[in-house]
């Protein structure tokens, strides 16, 4: 088939495109909304709550809280509906639009004031004046849900890195089991000590920045004491001294054992399935602390130890970096009074306890987190007392998808594309101007 | 001498005759040998797929990864369907890609009729108009179409996953199209001569005459159905009426997959596309000849 008139297909595509966007604009305004899933009966109000714990092991859980919940009082069904995890977010974004959303959700807690600002969730202050219950959490978690003073979410859950390492492997290196290395320079040393090889190749690595979950990026907001890429007036100091700092110690560690070696190394235990730590094959393991239960169902009495994040000189702080869940409200949801108090039910101590105990989370509630009963177990207390160092870090508003311009540059230091000075000040200039077109 | 000289004439015939047939068959052994290691080399992730499906999760995440399973945990499949919720899902996903194939099939060969065999003024720039909305990206139009189905009452239901599909779709009328157009209207005359309507020239004469293209976009809306995700996603809030595809990530987790289950489950949906695959091979090239012109 011949397009005769090439310009008129253009102009209908654009003509059509455009009547189906303005049909958009209109859209949500929300009045006459779909009422459906949520229909008052008999004076007792269904509110809806989304979430993505489908699991087998995370859905008995909550849908006990729930069950408890519906019990305690009877003005209020909640009903529970999962959807897969991500997912969860594009189908929250379109219902928002249409004004059919949910009454709670659960959400990122990085994102929340990225939400706020984009008018997705709704404001809790008025609720917060009637009962303020702030207190109930760890403050940096309540800092997080915080847009311009006032909060638009409930923290729920959070978690925290830390060095996970192989005790056998220590006792065999003829180093002490029960002390991890407090600084990063010591670390480096220990993890000398705790390869091992089979002529050329690797057969073991004590530890390399580029594995697990404390990469270059978190490193670097340690070695600059918890201030990360953007400083107090979130002016963007990608290129500051301590991040080059943590750029070249993760280049020395790459350079004394080959980058090449490593990532050869990597590829042969691939991403997702078998953990090189669990398998022996790494000694010392940052993750979030909840990679615990791991170790617990599949580490055959594997003998492991926990501990802070290095610093880089004494007493300049173990800082970590943590990220954690929020529930809100999504904007236009019918019931936010209902919303509030089921929310409120969920951060109170007794379900945060249940919800910690069962599943291992570290919770936002400070009290329940720190209920004797689960401090029992040492993971759980070390996590709990990590919470004092970890820092979680908002998305900045003016430049929310910054990372993807950093990477690129991380990237090409690492692989020695680029000096670290250059590939940093590369980053720093990309990100100041992302910023710049975001803020005209 | 002569009978020495032909004797040895016969065997140096025979000798390139050998030769030659040992050359094409190592030819052939070389490349059955190249398009096995290819195959394989294809085949390795399905087979990795059906080996995860039989294993434990304690095997799956251990070190070093095994290709054959040490035992064979058959009672996965068992699992995965009963914890899945899989009857439910594949009965809804049927229901679904059944909808979405009659619908299809009767809107898109009826339009495409209309476009390739009866003349009226403005066909060319309709036709135009709707290849058009071929080039819009699907993403363009989620949101506004969501809103204006959310407007009437249309969001957890069925409605907006099945109704579309009556008002045909671009590139399935085009198809169509196509392959109309290369059968010759003298048939279509003698209906009409005979007294038929157009329904009954579209009904009698072009469906039948059409079947590979009317098979192809059967297939492709099977499949498009089958593994549709965002659209039971966006449209669906209620677990009872889910998708097989919805179904299966529910085995994904925050934090921990279950590759067993979640590989079962991924093979158990793939079977029946396979299937079809090998039941109607011919048609899928053949579809493939059409999309790319050749018949038209």
Redesign the interface.
Known sequence: ?K???PL???L??AL??VL??S??GG??NGE???T??ATASKGKVTI?FWT???????RPIIENIIDDFNKSQDRITVKH?????G?IW??E???V????PPDVIVNTIEATGQRADKNQNTNLSEFLKKEDIKGRFFPELWDTVLYKGEAYALPFTTDTRMMFYNKDHFKEAGLDPDKFPDTWAELEETAKKLDRKNGSVYTRIGYSPQYAGFDWGSIAMNFDKGTNFFDDTGKPVINDQAHLDAMNYVLDNANRIGQKNLDTFKAS??S?????F????VSIWPD?T?FY??IRD?GQNLNFGIAPIPEISKDSGHYSVGGGFVLEIPKGAKHPQEAWEFMRYLTDKSAQKYWAEKNFDSVANQEAANDPELLKNEVYKAAVDNMAVTKVFPVPLNAPDFLNLINPQRDAAIMGKMSPKEALDKAQADVENLMKQNTK | MSTRMSSRMVHAHSNYYQSRKLRQRVGMAVLIAVLTALAMIILMPLWWMISTSLKSLNEIMSYPPTWIPESFHWENYRLTWSRGNFTRYTLNTLLLAGVGVITHVLSNTFIAYGFAKIKFPGRQMLFTVMLGTMMIPGFVTLIPTYIMFAKIHWVGTYLPLMVPGLFGSAYQIFLVRQFYMSIPNELIEAGKIDGASHYYIWWKIMIPLAKPAVVVIAIMTFQGAWNDFLGPLIYISKESMFNLQIGLQSFKGQETTQWHYLMAGSLIVLAPVIALFFFFQRYFIEGMNISSGTKG
């Not at chain 1, 997702?272 to 090189?276: C, G, I, R, T, V």
């Open positions: 088939m397009l005769k008139k008129s297909a253009i209908m595509t059509s495109t189906l966007l049909g958009c859209g949500s006459d909304q779909q459906e899933t809806d993505f714990w489908g699991s087998e092991t995370r509906t999962y959807y897969p995890f997912d594009t189908k974004l379109a219902a639009a249409a004004g059919n235990f691939g997702k399935q078998a953990n090189p669990i398998a022996g094959q979030a909840t239960t791991q599949f």
